[in-house]
């Protein structure tokens, strides 16, 4: 049977996720003893691992004609995807904003829709309905509150953040659906 399992994490084969392991009767927890098959990724590989072919992906890089168009064209992508009423063509792929965006990521792909993410609620909230490096250098891009390994390298370098301007504007009805006649009348 094939199945396609598409699944992300941080040092997948040194985790243990994909080794066979043993429980330990005396501590109650799973041992992954060494295996004796042949070595992927300077590790072993059990039958489990074997299953599995491993993509390793890195943060984009911006040295290079082909690096730039890679990340541009990820750019391009995320653009494609965003609804806000004023962005206009090119919002995140012309001009300085690709150099600006992988300034502020360090081409972390996370660490870019995070950015994004908080600047579409904030073009929302402040009615400005598009994204500029202006908007976005009032954001503090930050890891808080989300529970990461800086030891197994789940938390990428965060460039600083610019000091943080307040809100100003109108807010928007960011509700799209029509939730139908109100609960008293169906009631």
């Given at each position: 049977m094939n199945v396609t399992l598409v699944l992300i994490g941080v040092d997948i084969p040194a985790s243990g996720l994909l080794r066979e392991g043993r429980?330990?009767?005396a501590s109650g927890q799973s041992v992954l003893p060494p295996s004796w098959h042949a070595t992927a990724h300077g590790l072993e590989a059990t039958?489990?691992?074997?299953?599995?072919d491993l993509v390793e992906l890195d943060r984009f890089r911006y040295d290079t004609d082909e690096q730039m168009t890679a990340w541009t064209t990820h750019l391009t992508?995320?653009?494609?995807?965003?609804?806000?009423?004023?962005?206009?063509?090119?919002?995140l792929t012309s001009g300085r904003m690709p150099e600006y965006l992988f300034t502020r990521t360090n081409g972390v792909v996370g660490l870019l829709e995070r950015l994004i993410e908080d600047g579409c609620t904030e073009a929302i909230t402040?009615?400005?309905?598009?994204?500029?490096?202006?908007?976005?250098?009032?954001?503090?891009?930050?890891?808080?509150?989300?529970?990461?390994?800086a030891e197994a390298g789940e938390i990428p370098a965060v460039p600083?953040?610019?000091a943080r301007r307040p809100r100003a504007g109108r807010r928007r009805n960011t509700a799209f659906d029509d939730h139908g006649p109100a609960a008293s009348d169906t009631a």
């Open positions: 429980l330990d009767v039958q489990t691992e074997r299953r599995f992508g995320v653009e494609q995807a965003l609804r806000l009423m004023n962005a206009p063509t090119g919002m402040s009615g400005a309905e598009r994204l500029t490096a202006t908007l976005l250098d009032d954001l503090p891009l930050t890891l808080a509150g989300a529970s990461r390994d600083a953040a610019p």
